[in-house]
C-alpha cells in the first residue's frame, strides 16, 4: 500500500472555499511484516524529520508547504521518499533532496534514504496545509 500526492484532491466546502490537502503519511508495502506500532513510531519520526527541511526562500516546512508526495517504507526500514519543489528553478534544487535524506536518515530504525524528486504532477499552492497558509498569511 503506498501514500502519494492523489489524496491531495481538492474537496469543495460551503462559499466555495477549499479545504488544505490531507497531508502524505508513510505506508508500509502491501503485505508488510513491520508491526503497526513500528510503523507509527517510524511514520511519526519520519514526518517529525520533514518538518525540520525548510525552503529557504519559504518560511514553512517542506511537509507543510505539500512538497511531499509519497513515502513508502519497506519490510527492511527503507524509505523512499518522492517529493517536488515549488518551482523547476528553485535555487536549492540540488541541495533539497540531501537534506531530506540527511533529516530522514537520522530518524531511529530508518536504514537507508531514497529521495526521487519529480515535477509530475507540478506544486501549486493548494497542496500547501492550513498551517502553511498561516505561516504565510494567506488565510
Given at each position: ?25 508513510p505506508s508500509p508495502a502491501e503485505g508488510s511484516a513491520l508491526p503497526p506500532e513500528e510503523l ?76 526521487n524528486l519529480t515535477f509530475d504532477p507540478p506544486w501549486d499552492m493548494s497542496r500547501m496545509s ?10
Amino acid at each position: 500500500m503506498t501514500q502519494d500526492f492523489e489524496n491531495f484532491d481538492q474537496k469543495p466546502v460551503e462559499d466555495d472555499a477549499v479545504l488544505a490537502p490531507e497531508p502524505v503519511t508513510p505506508s508500509p508495502a502491501e503485505g508488510s511484516a513491520l508491526p503497526p506500532e513500528e510503523l507509527e513510531r517510524l511514520s511519526e519520526g519520519i514526518i517529525a524529520a520533514l518538518k525540520t527541511v525548510h525552503d529557504p526562500e519559504i518560511p514553512a516546512d517542506i511537509y507543510e508547504l505539500g512538497l511531499i508526495y509519497k513515502v513508502d517504507v519497506d519490510d527492511e526500514r527503507n524509505v523512499t521518499i518522492d517529493m517536488t519543489l515549488t518551482t523547476v528553478g528553485c535555487p536549492v534544487a540540488g541541495e533539497m533532496p540531501g537534506w531530506v535524506e540527511n533529516a530522514v536518515s537520522a530518524v531511529e530504525g530508518v536504514k537507508g534514504v531514497t529521495v526521487n524528486l519529480t515535477f509530475d504532477p507540478p506544486w501549486d499552492m493548494s497542496r500547501m496545509s492550513e498551517e502553511a497558509r498561516i505561516a504565510l498569511g494567506m488565510f
